[in-house]
């Protein structure tokens, strides 16, 4: 069974810091593209950040220079660091797997930035 387990969000004061990680199961971590992706309320799910099993990284402008994505394969978790935090980056984050087609979800993790 796949399970991928968000955890580290909460509430922040723009211009904080959040790190959120995502524990994965289930899946041969090491071969598959680990992504964040965000959903603001009334928005559509967002593309965050991407890294590949080679360690390619995709970042979307939104957040570049701002969000740090890695991941440790020993560990089977991927990070998203989010720094410089501002309300429009209040939403539900959600951890992605991929490989070969396959496709799996965590259940989210909300962040919420005050102003």
């Known amino acids: 069974q796949v399970q991928l387990v968000e955890s580290g969000g909460g509430l922040v004061q723009a211009g904080g810091s959040l790190r959120l990680s995502c524990a994965a199961s289930?899946?041969?971590?090491?071969?598959?593209?680990m992504g964040w992706y965000r959903q603001a309320p009334e928005k559509q799910r967002e593309l965050v950040a991407t890294?590949?099993?080679?360690?390619?990284?995709n970042i979307a402008d939104s957040v570049k220079g701002r969000f740090f994505i890695s991941r440790d394969n020993a560990k089977n978790t991927v990070y998203l660091q989010m720094t410089s935090l501002n309300v429009e980056d209040t939403a539900v984050y959600y951890c992605?797997?991929?490989?070969?087609?396959?496709?799996?979800w965590g259940q989210g993790t909300q962040v919420t930035v005050s102003s």
């Open positions: 992605n797997a991929a490989w070969r087609g396959l496709i799996n």
């Open positions: 289930g899946i041969i971590f090491s071969l598959n593209t």
């Open positions: 890294i590949t099993s080679g360690g390619n990284i």
